[in-house]
């Protein structure tokens, strides 16, 4: 039975016994009675005194440890407010855990009870219960006097409060929502006292405590002198496995990985139980080739640089017990239910974006609470490495000792010459470990800050009294959890603020007929613009600066949305690498001396198209929009280089080297496939333009398709629910989806794919050329005898816009009942004759396996016989 159904029976109940809701003892006992029928589960104490605290009308600061059920008391805490008529909300830190709580709850209390709100979709925003993130909760606060009627907040991962960046989202709802019930909850809060007694202090409710709650699954902490291969080798044997093996660097987790692929972790029959598991899945070329081989040796690897399928497969594999070792970041553990017997930490040190340094204690809580899963596992255990040099040195005095006895009296072995240390390295050891395994995790830091976008928002709650605005500022500022001088500085941030929006006629300030000074704004704010692509309107305006007609209109109109988006940090530093190798190159070639090299090399960068039109642009907006200035405008071309490279996704990855950061590649890519096609109003959408939305879209599909599929799917949910295939529930390999279903997107892969032997027959890149044929296709020594003859009649091959037509690209499909289109695409010749071309055939047969055109070269020449 579903708590959907529970629920209704019981204000069934209440309504024949003449209530107007559901005491709050029948609610528990209710709750309590379908938590054993439906999980066959009997609540932990903890989890009952949250519970019961929850609805006697209390807040709760739960703080268990990993593994004691806090998802369950959420659950509980929803059900509770939804027999009182109330509406509740679910807060976690990304949208990927909100978007996984959404489906969990809509298939507990059923799709009309539930909704969900982020910055790209917004789905039954009026339903009783609410998922969202906490920035999300936190703007909504702000600008709704009535915060959408919520009067429950459960915040999962409430440590992020402490976060830098984002910590004032998850303060903010403890500030402007006094009448709210609060469940906070996380495995690693510290000392939360004065956090309750304020909480208790705002809200008028009892706040109650559960913490210092033991283990349900008991945890053993060991230091390992000895090599990672050595300790696997020894869990295996012990039977301590899964194990997680934790890294702080995504490339170490793969290289340790691939090191291990040399140890026996499955037997035969483990290696055809994932072979079965995998069935059909499709691993693609550079990182796919090395994880199928590594997870059919029973071996996972887990970090954010992944793509999300092979992140999922990696999960599921695990799930299903069939992974005895996985090697990645702490990505693993947020909020992914994997069963983990032992974790094995590798350093107890990381770089945090500025420096080395060794973990806090919260840190080592959080990842030390993946091992020993309650229903999977009796206990857990975590173990430490030492370091390198440690391990080595370890190793010489054992050999120097063994030596030494077996001298037997006779020469004095000389004592093991010990290794230093890397320079720079920050040193952990033993009671390094013992010292963070009895820490508490560190008290919780205030991040408060003060943006254009929060004073808007107060200011934008409609026409408000100077007074009440003031107040509110004041709750947020003086009311805070900040040290008393940070107080004063946000104050004056405020203030300053308000004047340039007063100042640029943003706000005016003006008396009503009583004399009471109110403020309004006098601009209209969309409903999201400081949730989700907060500069789309500003791409708007820069959009009409075009011209239509322009042959680089729609390249023009990518990069106006790209400079919009978050910079991809490892993909842009792989361009201004490979910039900067040409333009050595270049250099070098021109007879330029060392030292004026290196300097003429610090002016280059990775491209940035329009910047100097996009950079003015953006400052005279800022006159008319100063919330702007929260945020930057980040020219970039990445979407632009790859279509004038026509450049696949494979291609960007393997010419830019990104082959252990291409999920980060594939993440950027769906972004900038979403705010296109959603930003750019239809009328500015040219027929070009048009074709390659559809064309980066089916791109994205091709290499993952959940990026965008579950985007649609939450902005239309009951289309998706119709369409859904059951059985695809029990595989592990993705539907695959077929890359001609879309064939305009098609025709723009066909013609990018044409194009690249264009720029190679253009700069004469004969073995390139080759390759893209690969084996027994059109050979480097026929392309060099074929193109001789077109530069004995012309100086060049022409790469411009013109060169990129779609006329200059002719398909024949009369041949597609033989499984081929056959194609012809004219060179664009200085005197415009347009007489040489290159022909050949596209496989759809193969193109449907590898998601790609499949082209093979015929021929290349002057037309025949015209």
Not at 283 to 292: D, H, W
Not at 578 to 586: D, L, N, Q
Request: hydrophobic content about 40%; overall charge negative.
């Amino acid at each position: 039975m579903s708590l959907e159904t529970t629920l209704e029976q019981l204000r069934s109940a209440a309504r024949e016994a003449g209530d107007a809701t559901v005491s709050p003892d029948d609610a528990f006992a209710a709750f309590e009675e379908w938590v054993w029928e439906d999980r066959g589960l009997r609540l932990y104490p903890a989890q009952e005194e949250a519970i019961l605290g929850i609805t006697l009308g209390s807040n709760v600061i739960l703080a268990t440890p990993t593994g004691t059920g806090k998802s369950l008391v959420a659950l509980g805490a929803h059900f509770s407010a939804l027999t009182e008529g109330r509406r509740t909300v679910y807060t976690a830190p990304i949208k990927a855990l909100v978007s996984e709580k959404f489906f969990e709850l809509v298939a507990v209390f059923g799709a009309e009870n539930v909704g969900m709100i982020t910055g790209d979709a917004s789905i039954n925003s009026d339903a009783p219960v609410i998922c969202c993130t906490a920035e999300i909760l936190a703007n909504l606060a702000i600008r709704d006097r009535e915060i959408g009627g919520i009067t429950q907040v459960v915040m999962d991962e409430f440590h992020y409060y402490a976060e830098p960046e984002r910590g004032w989202a998850w303060q903010v709802p403890l500030l402007m929502m006094p009448d709210a019930q609060f469940l906070l909850m996380s495995a690693t809060l510290g000392d939360v006292r004065e956090l309750a007694k304020d909480l208790s202090d705002r809200t008028g409710r009892d706040t109650s405590l559960v913490t210092g709650v033991e283990r349900p699954v008991p945890l053993h902490f060991n230091y390992a002198v000895k090599p990672a291969h050595e300790v696997v080798e020894e869990l295996i044997a012990d039977r301590q496995v899964p194990a997680y093996l934790v890294h702080f660097n995504q490339s170490h987790a793969v290289e340790q990985a691939q090191a291990l692929s040399s140890i026996r972790i499955v037997d035969r029959e483990g290696r055809d139980e994932i072979a079965a598991a995998l069935g059909d899945f499709r691993f693609s070329t550079g990182f796919g080739v090395t994880l199928s081989r590594l997870v059919r040796s029973g071996i996972g690897v887990h970090h954010a640089g992944m793509l999300p399928r092979y992140r999922r497969l990696v999960e599921q594999l695990a799930q299903r017990g069939l992974l005895r070792v996985i090697c990645g970041t702490d990505t693993l553990g947020v909020g992914i239910n994997v069963p983990i017997r032992t974790v094995v930490i590798t350093a107890l040190t990381k770089f945090d974006g500025v420096k080395m340094r060794r973990l806090s204690a919260r840190e080592f809580h959080q990842i030390s609470g993946r091992a020993g899963r309650a229903g999977y596992d009796t206990e857990g255990d975590v173990i430490a490495l030492a370091p390198e040099h440690d391990v080595e040195n370890a190793k010489s005095a054992a050999k120097a000792a063994a030596k030494a006895e077996s001298a037997k009296g006779g020469k004095k072995a000389k004592p093991a010459k010990k290794k230093s240390a890397p320079q720079g390295f920050v040193a952990w050891s033993e009671a390094t470990l013992d010292k963070l395994v009895i820490s508490e995790p560190e008290p919780l830091v205030s991040r408060m800050r003060v943006s254009h976008s929060m004073v808007l928002g107060v200011i934008g709650r409609g026409e408000i009294n100077e007074g009440d605005a003031l107040e509110t500022m004041r709750t947020l500022v003086f009311d805070s959890h900040e040290p008393r001088a940070n107080q004063f500085a946000h104050a004056r941030t405020a203030i300053g603020i308000f004047r340039t929006l007063r100042n640029g006629g943003i706000v005016e300030v003006y008396e009503d007929p009583r004399g009471h000074r109110l403020l309004r704004l006098t601009v209209e704010l969309q409903a999201n613009f400081a949730l989700n692509q907060p500069l789309s309107p500003f791409a708007l305006a820069a959009i009409e600066l075009l011209d239509p007609e322009s042959d680089t209109y729609a390249l023009d109109v990518i990069s106006i949305i790209e400079a919009t988006l978050e910079n991809p940090r490892a993909i842009l530093r792989a361009q201004e690498h490979a910039a900067r190798g040409e333009a050595v190159a270049a250099m070098k070639a021109e007879g330029i001396e060392y030292e004026e090299r290196m300097e003429l090399l610090e002016e280059i960068t990775y491209p940035q198209p329009l910047k100097e039109l996009l950079d003015e642009a953006f400052h005279e907006y800022l006159k008319e929009v100063p919330w702007a200035r929260d945020f930057e405008l980040k020219p970039k071309s990445v979407v632009r280089d790859m279509i004038e490279r026509a450049f696949g996704f494979r291609d960007v990855v393997s010419f830019y080297q990104l082959g252990r950061a291409e999920g980060g590649v594939l993440r950027y890519l769906s972004d900038a496939f979403r705010a296109i096609s959603r930003t750019v109003p239809e009328q500015a959408k040219s027929p070009e333009l048009e074709d390659l939305i559809d064309w980066l879209g089916e791109l994205v599909r091709q290499i993952d398709s959940s990026l965008i599929d579950e985007w649609e799917e939450l902005a239309n949910p009951e289309a998706h629910a119709q369409n859904a295939d059951p059985d695809r529930a029990l595989s592990i390999a993705p539907p695959a989806r077929s890359v001609l279903a879309n064939e305009r997107a098609f025709l723009v892969m066909l013609r990018n794919a044409l194009f690249r032997r264009v720029q190679g027959a253009a700069f004469e890149r004969y073995s390139e050329l080759a390759e893209l044929d690969g084996p027994g296709g059109f050979s480097e020594q026929k392309w060099r005898d074929a193109l001789a003859g077109y530069y004995t009649e012309y100086d060049e091959i022409l790469l411009d816009g013109d060169a990129r037509s779609a006329a200059l690209v002719q398909i024949d499909r009369s041949s597609a009942d033989e499984g081929i289109w056959r194609f012809r695409q004219v060179l664009l010749d200085p005197e415009n004759d347009r007489d040489w071309r290159i022909e050949g055939t596209v496989d759809l047969e193969k193109s449907e396996l590898e998601g790609e055109p499949v082209v093979r070269v015929d021929r290349v020449g002057p037309f025949a016989g015209e």
